[in-house]
């Protein structure tokens, strides 16, 4: 399975942004999808997660209530929405995904099988 993210960019404080993660090589509608990211010095921080279904997601802490995550299987995507974003978002931002059952999803990032190469968001005034 390879996967693409793109979508990030410069935004200030209180803008939003929507990351997009194409996917391409392996049967879409199996895979759990996540988004993670890394902030330079800093370990990869989960940001959230989709089950196979799309009927399951669930988020780090630090964005919940912020952030949705949703995909299209048709179109083999997966999408996540920044709202309100902060200085603290800054980081690398990492599709990812794993087979697993249809309303599961992952949040440890070693579980992942798949990783996408990054899109990088900055957001500062």
């Known amino acids: 399975v390879q996967l693409q993210a793109s979508g990030g960019g410069l935004v200030q404080p209180g803008d939003y942004l929507r990351l997009s993660c194409a996917a391409s090589g392996g049967t879409f509608s199996t895979y759990v999808m996540g988004w993670f990211r890394q902030a330079p010095g800093k370990e990869r921080e989960f940001v959230g997660s989709i089950s196979p279904s799309g009927s399951t997601t669930g988020f780090g802490d630090s964005v919940k209530g912020r952030f949705a995550i949703s995909r299209d299987n048709a179109k083999n995507m997966v999408y996540l929405q920044m709202n309100n974003l902060q200085p603290g978002d800054t980081a690398v931002y990492y599709c990812?995904?794993?087979?697993?059952?249809?309303?599961?999803?992952?949040?440890?990032?070693?579980?992942?099988?798949?990783w996408g190469q990054g899109t990088q968001v900055t957001v500062s005034s």
């Open positions: 990812a995904a794993v087979p697993r059952a249809l309303h599961t999803i992952v949040a440890v990032a070693s579980q992942y099988d798949y």
